[in-house]
């Protein structure tokens, strides 16, 4: 792939100075524990996005002509703590720059550097979680920066919300917190429709950094992650889902995680893709936003 900018863009709108927004790849795959091939996620995105219509039906807008840089990924890290500095101060650059950040997994553990580097620049922020698996262990084969730890760590740092849950360990019950963890198959079950939505965004404060594991999504329309489960949520509730939490709070940051990318089935890397743009479109839809 010669272009490895997201969006296949030009230098005209590609330039890291006039961008408002900076993508950030991290092809990182050290602690994934089952399917490996998240190292790939990046790149497959990167392809993918280059073949997607810049013109978003549903915002009537060309997000693009803002600007979106991609930088150079974070690589050579010796292990998951090196790969978390590494991001932690990148995405710090990035803030300073006062510039959007759209980081690329990678598996769920590369997101810890971005908490952290967010941590500096808000007082007082939420992490919103979009995943299959809780990932609230306090260590997991003996590192506390494991993917199955990330939701821990954004403990750490910033208030949390869980949507779309429906895989934990019993062991992550005590970092847990029942009354911001939204089950799966508690929003299926739901017989006020989407008011689960506006339950989510009462636990959230004003700005919101969100972090996408792909195995958030169905299998059937995303089988390409390294631990898939099903029961999982489809992309128009999803899509509406961040629509609402666009409306009602400042979304800060974003990240998506986990693509474990298939030769033969092409569709999940351009339903990321499109995720991150469509979001995006969201976003910067009004200039004051």
């Given at each position: 792939?010669?272009?490895?900018?997201?969006g296949g863009?030009?230098?005209e709108f590609s330039n890291?100075?006039?961008?408002?927004?900076?993508?950030?790849p991290v092809?990182?795959?050290g602690?994934s524990?089952?399917?490996?091939?998240a190292?790939k996620?990046p790149d497959?995105i990167l392809?993918?996005s280059?073949n997607?219509e810049?013109?978003d039906i549903e915002?009537?807008?060309?997000v693009?002509t803002?600007g979106?840089a991609?930088?150079?990924p974070?690589?050579e890290?010796?292990?998951?703590?090196a790969m978390s500095?590494?991001?932690?101060?990148r995405v710090?650059?990035?803030?300073?720059d006062h510039k959007f950040?759209?980081?690329?997994?990678g598996?769920?553990?590369?997101?810890?550097g971005?908490?952290r580097?967010?941590?500096k620049?808000?007082?007082?922020?939420?992490v919103?979680?979009?995943d299959?698996?809780?990932?609230?262990?306090?260590?997991?084969?003996?590192s506390?920066?494991n993917h199955?730890c990330?939701?821990?760590r954004a403990?750490?740092?910033a208030?949390?919300a869980?949507?779309?849950i429906?895989s934990?360990a019993?062991?992550?019950?005590?970092?847990?917190?029942?009354?911001r963890?939204?089950?799966a198959?508690?929003l299926?079950?739901?017989?006020e429709?989407?008011n689960w939505?506006?339950?989510?965004?009462?636990k959230?404060?004003?700005?919101?950094?969100?972090?996408?594991d792909?195995?958030?999504f169905?299998?059937?329309i995303?089988?390409?992650?390294?631990?898939?489960?099903?029961?999982?949520?489809?992309?128009?509730e999803?899509?509406?889902?961040l629509?609402?939490?666009n409306?009602?709070?400042n979304i800060?940051?974003?990240?998506?995680?986990?693509?474990?990318?298939?030769?033969v089935?092409?569709?999940?890397?351009?339903?990321?893709?499109k995720?991150?743009y469509q979001i995006l479109?969201?976003k910067?839809?009004?200039?004051?936003?």
């Amino acid at each position: 792939m010669e272009n490895k900018n997201y969006g296949g863009l030009e230098p005209e709108f590609s330039n890291y100075e006039n961008a408002q927004i900076v993508v950030l790849p991290v092809p990182y795959d050290g602690t994934s524990t089952w399917l490996k091939g998240a190292d790939k996620g990046p790149d497959a995105i990167l392809e993918a996005s280059a073949n997607m219509e810049l013109y978003d039906i549903e915002t009537d807008s060309e997000v693009y002509t803002r600007g979106i840089a991609t930088v150079e990924p974070v690589t050579e890290a010796t292990s998951p703590e090196a790969m978390s500095a590494e991001v932690e101060k990148r995405v710090d650059a990035i803030l300073n720059d006062h510039k959007f950040p759209v980081i690329l997994g990678g598996e769920h553990s590369v997101s810890i550097g971005a908490f952290r580097a967010f941590a500096k620049h808000h007082e007082k922020f939420s992490v919103l979680q979009l995943d299959a698996h809780s990932d609230m262990r306090s260590e997991y084969e003996g590192s506390a920066h494991n993917h199955a730890c990330v939701m821990a760590r954004a403990k750490e740092v910033a208030t949390v919300a869980q949507v779309g849950i429906r895989s934990s360990a019993a062991e992550e019950k005590e970092n847990i917190m029942p009354d911001r963890i939204f089950y799966a198959h508690e929003l299926h079950d739901a017989k006020e429709g989407n008011n689960w939505m506006y339950m989510v965004s009462q636990k959230l404060h004003d700005d919101v950094y969100v972090t996408i594991d792909l195995d958030v999504f169905d299998p059937s329309i995303m089988p390409s992650t390294g631990t898939p489960e099903p029961d999982g949520l489809y992309y128009r509730e999803v899509l509406n889902f961040l629509r609402l939490i666009n409306e009602r709070h400042n979304i800060i940051g974003l990240d998506i995680v986990e693509l474990c990318p298939n030769d033969v089935n092409k569709a999940p890397d351009f339903t990321a893709s499109k995720l991150i743009y469509q979001i995006l479109s969201m976003k910067f839809e009004n200039s004051d936003k």
